[in-house]
């Protein structure tokens, strides 16, 4: 997750340049959201103003879990993750 700028040679996956990035403190290339087995986690890639969970800063390039409901804070611009469980019932 990032925003684009000009002349940039590697774009993020997903950009919120839509969401005023820049001027929320949003770095070009700012964390990375992983899907591993059945668990979410994210790592800042060592940006500028930081990521938070539920407020807590986290340290770069360490993967932390996030679960359905907590607050993601990329510098200023806040994002909820919301996930869906998978139903096993119809496998």
Do not use: C, W
Request: hydrophobic share 40%.
């Amino acid at each position: 997750m990032g925003r684009v700028s000009e002349g940039q040679p590697i774009l993020p996956d997903v950009d919120l340049t839509a969401f005023e990035a820049y001027a929320q403190g949003v770095s070009r290339l700012h964390a990375s959201i992983k899907i591993i087995n059945e668990s979410v986690v994210i790592m800042d890639l060592g940006s500028s103003n930081g990521t938070r969970i539920n407020g807590q800063k986290i340290v770069p390039h360490i993967e932390y879990p996030i679960n359905h409901g907590d607050v993601i804070a990329l510098g200023r611009l806040k994002i909820q993750a919301l996930m869906r469980r998978k139903n096993t019932a119809n496998l």
